[in-house]
């Protein structure tokens, strides 16, 4: 599986090969030496059991999406679709509003679930089965400041 690492200096996204089982990666950006804990499950693709990363056991899954763009690709629909109703083309401006919603939609559906880490927002994605549940404000809250505190932050 694919993981994104967070790094713990400068915040930096570090793609990392599982299969590979690096004990550790240097940070591209600021160069530090971030120590990786990668477990069998991990390295074959077969379930996201420990992050490497914090070696935190818990994780939430969100659909593989990035916000922005499917709020960018909405703003672009309204605004054509603004365009062809100050022409008076009401029914064309309507059509584009509705398939640009559709698009969205369509994209949104095929995208697959990424599993991530509370602690550290560590990323997977593979083909293993995504067993964790969906994002718990709770739960983010209470791991999110144990890490910072396990982190000397
Ligand atoms: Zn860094
Ligand atoms: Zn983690």
């Known amino acids: 599986m694919e993981v ?10 570090l793609p ?19 120590a990786l804990t990668i477990t069998p499950a991990v390295a074959t693709d077969t379930s996201v059991d420990t992050c ?7 994780f ?12 960018a690709f909405v703003i672009l629909g309204a605004t054509v679709s603004a365009v062809f109703y ?3 083309m009401d029914l ?7 398939v640009a919603v559709l698009v ?11 599993t ?12 293993f089965k995504q067993m964790a549940e969906s994002f718990d404000l709770h739960t983010a809250d209470v791991l999110e400041a144990e890490y910072a505190k396990q982190a000397g932050r």
Do not use: W
């Open 104 to 114: 969205d939609l369509a994209v949104y559906r095929r995208l697959g679930d990424v």
């Open 4 to 13: 994104i690492v967070k790094c713990p200096s400068c915040n930096a996204a």
């Open 92 to 98: 064309t401006a309507y059509g584009v509003l509705a």
């Open 86 to 88: 100050y022409f008076g």
């Open 16 to 34: 990392v090969n599982a299969s590979e089982k690096p004990n550790e990666i240097a940070c591209g950006s600021c160069q530090k030496l971030i």
């Open 116 to 127: 991530i880490c509370y602690r550290c927002q560590a990323e997977f994605r593979g083909h």
């Open 52 to 58: 490497p990363m914090c070696t935190g056991k818990d």
């Open 60 to 71: 939430y899954i969100r659909k593989d999406f990035d916000p922005k763009i499917g709020l």
